[in-house]
């Protein structure tokens, strides 16, 4: 028995992802791909487990995407839940279509700009090989250095 | 020379808040009062600091409230900035009334309640007295157990 979740409303789900959001991009390596490389993207929003709700409200607005609980108790951490959009499909015809039309405000803005970027990387297949991983690479360096350019002690 | 800030949608401001945002109750002792305790409300939102812009706009949008820099250099760590709204006026004519107009969706909506409620006490003028000190310290304690509910592990 699944219960239906209330949408919620497009502009909350940008303020809620700008502040809890987050666009990767997952570079891996695989022995079978040609290339070496297995690249991955995903949009994933990670909450401690009381705010479960919110995420299935998030994934019935988008439509897409799948929950997945994280325990963490051998850690001592409180359990988590993350909502994970992974395939291909749903992320070039929900999520970025989505963020275009209700385009994030804070410095998140420019992640999801990366982003968009390289998946067109992918969409061109240019992944399945080294120069395109090299440049998903630096996509991926330039998605890192957001979050670190205020950086300046330590 | 002040830059002029752009509104954001108020359901953005709204998800924004359900992640990041948090509705506090400082009970602080005090020499001069009656009661010797001195009661402040506020609603708060820290960020790092790349991320002064969307706290600006957030304030342009709420009408209210303060932006303070926090240095933080002596622990290492990045510098923050904390939007603040700790006038009582403000918080009775501006930060209650939009979030009844746009009501927050996830467990924060349940600290905004207790917050509101408290308020009220305030309002009332209950919290000069003893008795009244003590209900605001028992809606801290219930808004601290919202964070802390599911911490079944350590």
């Not at 998030?58 to 951490?77: A, N, Q, V």
Request: glycine content about 6%; aromatic content about 14%.
């Amino acid at each position: 028995l699944s219960k239906n979740y209330q949408k919620l409303n497009p502009y909350y789900v940008c303020g809620f992802v700008d502040g809890e959001g987050s666009f990767n991009i997952n570079i891996g390596k695989h022995n079978t791909t040609k290339c070496r490389y297995e690249v991955r993207m995903a949009f994933e929003i990670e909450l401690r487990a009381d705010n479960r709700e919110i995420l299935e409200r998030i994934r019935t607005t988008l439509e897409c995407g799948g929950l997945y609980f994280l325990d963490y108790k051998r850690y001592g951490w409180n359990p988590h839940y993350k909502y994970r959009v992974q395939k291909q499909s749903d992320i070039d015809r929900k999520i970025i279509p989505f963020f275009k039309k209700y385009p994030l405000q804070g410095c998140k803005a420019k992640s999801f700009e990366i982003f968009a970027e390289a998946f067109n990387v992918i969409k061109r297949k240019e992944h399945l090989t080294l120069v395109g991983v090299d440049k998903l690479k630096e996509y991926q360096h330039q998605m890192r250095l957001i979050g670190k350019k205020r950086k300046t002690f330590r």
